[in-house]
């Protein structure tokens, strides 16, 4: 195997892909990235047996072949050579040449029959959706920040690609005490339920770059890949059931207040100096007719007190956690949000003011 490629390609590359080589004991060869060379299509692998990363690296000439050599090592050595050289990489056997100008280095590789197989998509069969890069980065971001880390609930640890009744694909997550809820496509033809696990989508964010486009999203039953340019990453699926999640979003609510959303993330931050010794816990409150309060509890830190005024039709009270609505707000987009809720034990409502494309609901805590 032999490939000739500059600094700046190789080194993008291998940060890419060596990002989940963190083999587990009992498989070694899962810290190696296997660089393969066929028909001059040259492509480095990467895989943690839940999740593969295949980039698809543009060389000016090449040799066929295959080895894995460990991907730490390799990315660590070629992102210390000089920006602007061209690398030249060959294998004999399971030893590895690396060499650029007057840098020369030998790592010793390992065969790569060992190497395990990857999942493949099913291309005929597969659901397919295409995403501007923007608006994916943008509402996954605006979703992930609801999944849960419980492993005891695995349906909770993921992201849910969902085809809503009006056939709009849309994407959720919650963790049991908040819920987000984005409309990423208004109309598709197939339809799909599937859990993402959110370190996948973790890894995807982490591949886009300014020069991609459009992000290319193919399901089948238990696998899910991602097309970013030159950026395959293919995922197992959580296999559990996530919640009927709608039945969980409040249809109606008596108390509704408009409220900018930097003043009212401000207030919030100011309330949670004072809401540490109480886990965060803050109280937000409606007066008629011109006031929006929130408020800490008070406690061995004392107490804060902030007033937005804004139009209040209906006097209201209810506690949350001060780093759930700090989250949620900081996931909105516009200037002026809607914060709706219908009494202290109901779920507070929050959305953009004009697009509706966003929900995201908090419960309260025990008042």
């Known amino acids: 195997m032999k490939i000739k490629v500059t600094q700046e390609k190789l080194s993008k590359a291998l940060n890419?892909?060596?990002?989940?080589?963190?083999?587990?004991?009992?498989l070694p060869i899962l810290n190696n990235v296997l660089i393969r060379v066929d028909n001059k299509k040259v492509s480095l692998i990467t895989t943690n047996l839940d999740m593969a990363i295949i980039d698809f690296l543009p060389v000016s000439s090449s040799e066929d072949g295959v080895v894995t050599v460990p991907a730490k090592l390799l990315a660590e050595f070629v992102s210390n050579l000089p920006k602007g050289e061209t690398i030249e990489i060959s294998s004999n056997?399971?030893?590895?040449?690396?060499?650029s100008g007057k840098y020369s280095s030998t790592i010793n590789g390992t065969l790569a029959d060992d190497?395990?197989?990857?999942?493949?998509?099913?291309?005929?069969?597969?659901?397919?959706?295409?995403?501007?890069?923007?608006?994916?980065?943008?509402s996954v971001g605006q979703i992930i920040i609801a999944s849960s880390n419980d492993l005891t609930r695995p349906a909770l640890t993921g992201v849910y690609f969902n085809t809503t009744d009006d056939n709009a694909l849309a994407i959720a997550a919650t963790d049991g005490y908040?819920?987000?809820?984005?409309?990423?496509?208004?109309k598709v033809e197939s339809e799909v339920k599937a859990i993402v696990p959110s370190n996948s989508l973790q890894e995807v964010l982490r591949s886009i770059n300014d020069e991609m486009e459009e992000v290319e999203v193919s399901f089948n039953e238990d696998?899910?890949?991602?097309?970013?340019g030159e950026v395959e990453i293919i995922s197992k699926l959580i296999d559990a059931s996530f919640p009927d999640y709608q039945k969980l979003i409040p249809k109606e609510n008596n108390i509704k207040v408009v409220l900018n959303r930097d003043e009212l993330v401000r207030v919030t931050k100011l309330a949670a100096l004072f809401a540490r010794s109480v886990g965060g816990s803050i109280v937000c409150e409606t007066k008629a007719p011109d006031l929006f309060l929130v408020k800490s509890i008070a406690n061995e830190f004392g107490e804060n007190d902030s007033v937005i005024e804004t139009k209040v039709e209906t006097p209201g009270r209810i506690n949350l956690n001060s780093r759930f609505l700090i989250d949620?707000?900081?996931?909105?987009?516009?200037?002026?949000?809607?914060?709706?809720?219908?009494d202290r034990i109901a779920p507070v409502v929050l959305k953009n003011k004009k697009n509706n494309n966003y929900t995201h609901i908090i419960m309260p805590l025990n008042s």
């Open 16 to 26: 890419n892909v060596s990002r989940i080589a963190i083999g587990k004991v009992t």
């Open 93 to 99: 056997d399971t030893k590895v040449t690396i060499s």
């Open 115 to 138: 190497f395990p197989e990857l999942p493949e998509i099913n291309e005929k069969t597969a659901v397919v959706y295409k995403i501007g890069v923007n608006e994916f980065k943008n």
């Open 178 to 186: 908040r819920l987000a809820e984005k409309k990423l496509i208004d």
């Open 223 to 228: 696998l899910v890949r991602f097309r970013l």
């Open 328 to 342: 949620a707000l900081n996931a909105l987009e516009e200037k002026e949000i809607k914060f709706e809720f219908s």
